[in-house]
């Protein structure tokens, strides 16, 4: 294993000092201080379309940019780059809050007198876990007898991992996307049930549109917040149905909830189990955006506490504690990761789930020894192409390519199409923005210019420790300003 070499001082005051240090540093700042940039050269330009000619801006340099930009990588666990996780809250808080208040990305400020909801969708237990238990202000002790800090590691580990259900939990989690996409449906068909209308006709009178954020709890297992809002059959635009209020939409979340199941694949035995939301589920109306400063009362919540709650989770990922970065290729693998022995026991089961099976018919006794097997000899058999193995009951989850995420598939934030804006859309205006801004210093208009814009990858990455250390720093500072504008901007 080669170890990261440490910055130096000397070697980092040399870099601050160095002449294209400015230069360097402008590059830096554009991709937000982001560690892995990937380097491309070539060129951007702004000329005049008639003549030809390079344009210039007001302080007289020319609007042109040739040799080496940086480009963000673009990943959004906080593990792998702070800067470009940060950025990905960053977009998903402007989603959410778009989608919930209005007034931006398209979305009409109408959108928030709508029937809303915040629901949290949870897994069932598959055995007790170490827990703290608030309880009016008083805690009680654990199961196991003792108080557990809110830091303690022992938090979300079961009390007895022998009884513990593995498998249940990684087939649960595998299962999970589904879970929702089913619980949607059901939903759908409440409402229209509650309208008197057939599950065909619905979509003539309203529209469902939401967006879910997939958070991972401390026993492993995720769960989901979701926005769910009533729309007219148009969507955010569009008025919510006259029937459409938020105590129907309340009543049929919960009985959606409840009537929710998916079967996993057939097992060996021929039989199937039956996927389900644990017991616990939480609806709170948001409050409208007129009522903002009122008293929270009825439980209910409002607009710009859900969205930077989101944009929290968002980038929390699963974290290090929890799961591993990169997809696991190995089952040894796991043994070497930085992480609690249930976290490790939970990937174990979804990799050996994950397994490829003896094929049965060149295989009698049903064992297959890898590295020296009879079915070798055998002149050739059509089921498996003589390679011995078959794929697996669970084949068509996946579950080895998603061990390092403990067998969740879904993705981190997901929502209906006519709930909001999407990411795409976001880093286009941001682009469009950034064109519109160099032509307003040029004085000109779209139309009487060209661009040329072109640039291929030459590297990945900052080329020295003494570099990754200041982009770092670029990215904290990043990092505290948006924070300080979100907190100026928040009224609640
Ligand atoms: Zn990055
Ligand atoms: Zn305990
Ligand atoms: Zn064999
Ligand atoms: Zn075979």
């Not at 915040?118 to 007790?128: E, M, R």
Request: net charge positive.
């Amino acid at each position: 294993m080669v170890l990261p070499a440490l910055p130096n001082v000397d070697r980092m005051k040399r870099r601050i000092q160095s002449p294209d240090y400015r230069d360097w540093r402008r590059k830096v700042e554009d991709v937000y201080g982001c560690l892995h940039p990937v380097r491309l050269s070539g060129l951007w330009q702004i000329t005049d379309k008639t003549t030809g000619q390079v344009l210039t801006r007001s302080d007289g340099r020319p609007a042109e940019t040739s040799g080496h930009i940086l480009s963000p990588c673009g990943n959004r666990r906080e593990s792998v780059c702070p800067a470009c996780s940060d950025r990905y809250a960053a977009d998903a808080f402007q989603l959410m809050r778009a989608g919930l208040s209005g007034g931006s990305k398209g979305v009409p400020v109408t959108v928030s007198d709508k029937p809303r909801l915040f629901v949290t969708l949870t897994a069932p237990s598959f055995g007790p876990v170490h827990n703290r238990r608030p309880n009016n202000g008083k805690a009680l002790p654990c199961r196991c007898g003792r108080y557990h800090h809110e830091h303690d590691p022992l938090i979300g580990q079961p009390v007895d991992p022998s009884t513990y259900d593995y498998t249940g939990h990684v087939l649960w989690q595998a299962h999970s996307g589904k879970l929702w996409n089913r619980f949607t449906q059901k939903l759908r068909r409440y409402l229209a049930r509650a309208a008197g209308l057939t599950d065909r006709n619905f979509k003539d009178h309203a529209r469902l549109s939401y967006a879910k954020v997939a958070e991972f709890q401390r026993r492993g297992i995720i769960h989901f917040h979701a926005v769910i809002r009533l729309d007219g059959p148009d969507g955010a635009v569009d008025t919510t149905p006259a029937w459409g209020t938020v105590e129907l939409l309340a009543d049929a979340v919960r009985a959606a909830h409840a009537d929710t199941t998916v079967d996993s694949p057939e097992l060996d035995d021929g039989q199937v189990l039956t996927f389900a939301w644990g017991d616990q589920v939480d609806v709170r109306p948001i409050r409208p955006a007129d009522a903002r400063r009122f008293e929270d009362e009825h439980g209910t919540i409002s607009d710009d506490r859900i969205s930077s709650y989101v944009a929290k989770y968002a980038t929390k990922g699963t974290g290090k504690s929890e799961a591993a970065d990169r997809p696991i290729r190995s089952r040894t693998q796991i043994e070497y990761l930085r992480t609690t022995e249930h976290h490790k026991q939970i990937m174990r089961t979804a990799w050996d789930l994950g397994a490829p099976v003896a094929c049965p018919d060149c295989h009698p006794d049903g064992e297959h020894q890898a590295g020296g097997c009879a079915c070798a000899t055998i002149d050739h058999c059509a089921r498996c192409d003589n390679g011995g193995l078959i794929p697996g009951p669970f084949d068509e989850l996946n579950l080895r390519r998603w061990t390092h995420m403990l067998a969740f598939r879904g993705h981190f934030l997901s929502k209906s199409r006519a709930y909001s804006t999407t990411f795409k859309q976001l880093r286009e205006d941001r682009q469009i923005w950034r064109f519109e801004q160099n032509l307003a210093e040029l004085g000109v208009d779209a139309d009487s210019v060209a661009v040329v814009n072109h640039w291929d990858m030459t590297s990945v990455g900052h080329r020295t420790a003494e570099e990754r250390e200041l982009a770092a720093a670029i990215a904290e500072r990043t990092r505290q300003a948006r924070k300080q504008k979100y907190a100026n901007e928040r009224t609640d």
